[in-house]
């Protein structure tokens, strides 16, 4: 598998080859890179409107079966060549964000999948960092199933009083965030993405979602458990949401890791760029499939069509 990259804006940074990452099965377990590296032609300089909480065996210390935990942090040099700070485009939240945030880096609570390390670099339309910034992401598992709410969708569903693949992190000086996850299933009608969220101060400042290469996604789900709920049926091109991924920067760069014994990981490295005066409008709320969610959040019911 090889790294999937938009060659109009992006090279594969430098410090990639260099990075150490861990890989997670039941253990801790170092992971690396399998891409050569590049040299940058530029670098890059280096919400509190809601309930935070801790679940326990999974905080931001602490890496859950089939996640990916670094041993080395990410820095600055990693997100160096992936583009200009070009400010991420509002995207719907869904039917599925929660009032309750997660402080944790480590998202998986066990499930299966495979390794994701998902970075991100959270920077102003002039490439400063913005450090404190928070970062909330979620998304649903390798079988299309969001934690949390009662979709109704097709095949299992975990429903109310779960809370997996949702987290949130605070920006380091260099605007940096890291979430230990799996890589995302998908369901009808969408595209494979992530939600995101960034609070700043007492605002959500950005809306938006993240994408994943096609040709990348296919040779990930040609593997256990994605392979069992096939490829998805709509691309970003098609998908009523995305818009072009490319051209609005929200396509995450993904490269190919290996974990100890042998496993294979992904790491996904995105520079994240905020208004940080902007007020977020959260996006048109999609229709979905109905269902109600917990702690008195979300929709009781959806319309007709696909999840956002």
């Known amino acids: 598998m090889t790294s999937s990259i938009d060659r109009r804006r992006f090279l594969v940074a430098g410090a990639l080859g260099a990075t150490a990452l861990a890989g997670c099965s039941s253990t801790d377990e170092d992971i690396s890179t399998s891409t050569t590296s ?3 032609d530029n670098e890059l300089g280096g919400g509190a409107s809601t309930t935070t909480a801790t679940t326990d065996g999974a905080d931001s210390t602490e890496s859950a079966a089939g996640a990916t935990d670094a041993s080395t942090e ?9 583009g ?9 939240a869904g039917p599925y964000p929660l009032d309750q945030q997660f402080d944790r880096r480590d998202i998986t609570e066990g499930l299966p999948g495979r390794p994701l390390r998902l970075g991100l670099r959270v920077l102003d339309e002039a490439c400063a960092a913005v450090a404190g910034a928070k970062v909330e992401i979620w998304h649903c598992d390798a079988t299309g199933d969001y934690s949390a709410f009662t979709d109704n969708g097709g095949g299992k569903d975990e429903g109310e009083g779960t809370t997996f693949l949702r987290g949130t992190q605070t920006a380091n000086d ?6 230990a996850t799996v890589y995302p299933g998908w369901y009808s009608g969408r595209a494979v993405h992530i939600h995101l969220r960034v609070h700043l101060e007492d605002k959500i400042v950005l809306t938006s979602q993240l994408f994943f290469d ?3 996604t296919e040779q990930v789900y040609a593997d256990e458990p994605y392979s069992d709920n096939g490829l998805p049926d709509t691309s970003n091109e098609r998908d009523s949401i995305a818009g072009d991924v490319e051209r609005e920067g929200t396509l995450v760069h993904t490269t190919d ?3 100890t014994g042998g496993v294979a990981a992904t790491l996904g490295l995105l520079n994240l760029a905020i208004d940080p005066s902007a007020r977020s409008t959260g996006g048109p709320m999609g229709g979905g499939p109905g269902g109600g969610g917990p702690m008195g959040a979300g929709p009781s019911g959806g319309g007709p069509g696909g999840r956002p």
Do not use: R
């Not at 600055?76 to 992936?82: K, M, N």
């Open 174 to 179: 260099e605007g940096i965030v890291e979430f």
């Open 38 to 40: 590049t040299t940058p």
């Open 257 to 259: 890791a290996t974990a």
């Open 214 to 216: 096609a040709d990348y």
């Open 84 to 92: 200009s700070c070009l400010l991420l485009p509002e995207k719907t």
């Open 74 to 82: 990410l820095t600055a040099a990693d997100f160096a060549a992936l």
